[in-house]
């Protein structure tokens, strides 16, 4: 007891910590007084509202590879359907291209997973409500059905002996069917990565909402159709045969220019101004002038005879191609950067015609609480405004 008895008395004659009795270093003005202690009040206006996704350079290497993918597949699949004896080459090249991008993309997406494991696991269940859970399955099926009419295609052109066991497989494998359910898939595998970005949060993405998933099957189909056009133009296809996918590249271009046009338009312009800030900004501008409008004024200028027509050709299609790329970094970093800023995600929260917060705090300021009296009270006498 006498033990307990000292230890107590020595508690109440104990020094308080200068933090406490105001001696010393005082806290700094961000941190306020309490009874336990000291808490540090900070503010959430200005901070970010929704958490930017930390993709980095693979993921833009994966939209790009799998627009290509899914462009190159479906162009294959139109061109058997539709096309002539002069088509051979492209549903060949489709065929070849779009089986290389099958084989990168898993990569690619797994190495941004930065965990193998993360990609059998979504394998394990199908959520149709995810967009990241269907998009896995289409990567999948599609790279299977690549897979069996890549391989009636070697077969096709004699790399595989036809009456071999393997060559009798691989035509086996693949049917009319199969080709036109991967040309689907590629269709799907195009505008899944859209979809995906349209169901987030972040402001940018959202307010695009339905234009961006189109805007991405249009870019899948003009760098699939330029992926093809420098296939062929390297294999030495005659001159005369170059041009055979021209018309598609034009269309699906314009059809970008036409979305982009109408997603400037819908934007606020809280979140618009984000696609031309920083790099990305001008990585969406050389998507602009670079894959878009340069491919199409050279397609318009560009010789159709003559030795500078496969010179001519080769440079639209790189141009076309590292335009895709750009567009598709440019972006998802400035929807990375739109999510960092509070008011663009307030701008399209907020409802149309309704004044943003600072607007708001003016108008405030300019009203006075002013209660209107009237002249006389309820039994004659005059009444007077306390306020004048």
Do not use: C
């Amino acid at each position: 007891m006498l033990r307990l008895f000292s230890s107590m008395m020595n508690l109440r004659t104990a020094p308080k910590p200068a933090n406490m009795t105001g001696e010393g270093e005082k806290p700094a003005n961000s941190k306020r007084k309490r009874k336990g202690g000291y808490t540090e009040f900070t503010s959430y206006y200005g901070r970010p509202v929704v958490k930017k996704p930390h993709w980095v350079a693979p993921i833009w290497a994966y939209f790009w590879v799998g627009g290509i993918t899914a462009g190159s597949s479906a162009i294959a699949v139109l061109a058997e359907l539709v096309g002539d004896e002069r088509d051979q080459s492209i549903i060949r090249a489709g065929r070849y291209i779009s089986m290389a991008g099958l084989l990168i993309s898993p990569v690619l997406l797994i190495v941004d997973l930065q965990r193998p494991e993360r990609f059998l696991h979504m394998l394990r269940v199908l959520k149709l409500r995810s967009p990241l859970s269907l998009g896995t399955y289409i990567l999948t099926s599609t790279a299977i059905l690549g897979g069996f009419n890549t391989a009636r295609q070697v077969v096709i052109d004699g790399l595989i002996p036809a009456n071999s066991l393997p060559g009798k497989l691989a035509l086996a494998s693949s049917s009319k069917f199969t080709r036109a359910l991967q040309g689907i898939d590629g269709l799907a595998l195009g505008g899944y990565t859209g979809v995906l970005l349209s169901a987030t949060a972040v402001p940018l993405w959202a307010d695009m909402d339905a234009l961006i998933s189109p805007l991405f099957i249009a870019s899948s189909f003009s760098t699939g159709a330029a992926a093809i056009s420098l296939a062929r133009a390297l294999a030495g296809t005659p001159l005369e045969e170059l041009h055979r996918l021209d018309r598609i590249e034009q269309t699906a271009i314009l059809t970008e220019l036409a979305l982009l046009g109408a997603a400037a338009v819908k934007l606020t312009p809280e979140v618009r101004k984000h696609l031309f800030q920083g790099l990305h900004g001008k990585g969406f501008m050389g998507a602009l002038g670079l894959g878009m409008l340069g491919p199409l004024l050279l397609q318009i200028i560009s010789p159709k005879q003559g030795a500078g027509v496969r010179p001519m050709n080769i440079l639209t299609a790189l141009m076309v191609l590292v335009g895709g790329f750009l567009l598709r970094y440019s972006l998802i970093e400035a929807g990375k950067a739109s999510a960092d800023d509070s008011g663009a995600y307030h701008s399209i929260t907020r409802g149309k015609g309704r004044a943003t917060g600072e607007e708001q705090a003016a108008q405030g300021r300019k009203q006075t609480t002013r209660i209107p009296y009237p002249e006389y009270g309820p039994v004659g006498l005059p009444m007077h405004d306390p306020l004048n």
